[in-house]
């Protein structure tokens, strides 16, 4: 079964517009940790935003933000005032496993494109 | 600093070659790991190494084969690989010796390699 969802496949924004990047999660796992990576067409995976499941208030970096809403299992990455420089897919990433067996465990991806 | 790198940026080789994959980090982290992403495609776990030794095997063909000199190196030993397995190699290290709730995952900007 599919742990991270993402089902936007992808999403067009103009540059400046805040734009909201879509992420569900399946786990029972009353610990667990979230995370936004962005890879540019060059390859490079980059971190951009983490958030666990007890922390008490949504996790923002710069212009990133974590809409996490715990009930609905959803991580949704919002993205405010868009760059050109943000087109990129996006994956939407979940921590899982113990024991020895962790691991991140990531969702399909969706393509960013910022128009001008 | 968060950076990982990894040499060669391209590859090309032939299915009757012999070649490595590098991946140095000098975070002290702990813990390292190679990916294996197809066009289009999320990043899929190949392996893990958890201070120098091998933890988790993702039931990988054994024409691929990683090796962790140091803690700060990894490598992967290619031999009589397949076109299928043309695709972007991403390494990526982490803090503890098992990757535990609260780290992050750092990626390097990967390997393309194209087998002929």
């Known amino acids: 079964a599919q742990k991270i969802t993402q089902t936007q496949p992808g999403m067009f924004v103009q540059e400046k517009e805040a734009v909201t990047l879509d992420c569900t999660y399946d786990?029972?796992?009353?610990?667990?940790?979230l995370f936004w990576y962005k890879q540019p067409s060059s390859g490079e995976m980059i971190f951009l935003i983490y958030?666990?499941?007890?922390?008490?208030q949504n996790a923002t970096e710069g212009r990133y933000s974590l809409n996490f809403q715990k009930a609905r299992k959803s991580a949704n990455l919002v993205i405010s005032a868009s760059q050109l420089g943000d087109s990129a897919m996006y994956f939407c990433?979940?921590?899982?496993?113990?024991?020895?067996?962790?691991?991140?465990?990531f969702g399909k991806g969706m393509k960013l494109t910022v128009n001008p | 600093d968060t950076e990982v790198t990894q040499t060669p940026k391209h590859l090309v080789m032939g299915m009757t070659n012999k070649k490595s994959l590098k991946c140095e980090q000098h975070m002290g982290h702990r813990a390292m790991y190679w990916y294996k992403q197809k066009a289009k495609k999320p990043p899929e776990l190949m392996f893990v190494?958890?201070?120098?030794?091998?933890?988790i095997n993702e039931s990988v063909p054994s024409r691929f084969s990683p090796e962790c000199p140091n803690s700060s190196l990894l490598n992967l030993h290619l031999h009589a690989l397949q076109p299928e397995d043309s695709a972007l190699y991403l390494c990526?290290?982490?803090?503890?010796?098992?990757?535990?709730?609260?780290?992050?995952?750092?990626f390097g900007p990967g390997t393309r390699l194209l087998v002929l």
């Open positions: 190494y958890s201070y120098e030794k091998l933890s």
């Open positions: 786990t029972s796992d009353p610990s667990y940790g």
């Open positions: 990526a290290s982490s803090q503890g010796l098992r990757f535990q709730l609260g780290e992050t995952q750092y």
């Open positions: 990433a979940m921590r899982e496993g113990q024991g020895g067996s962790e691991k991140l465990v």
């Open positions: 958030q666990g499941s007890y922390d008490q």
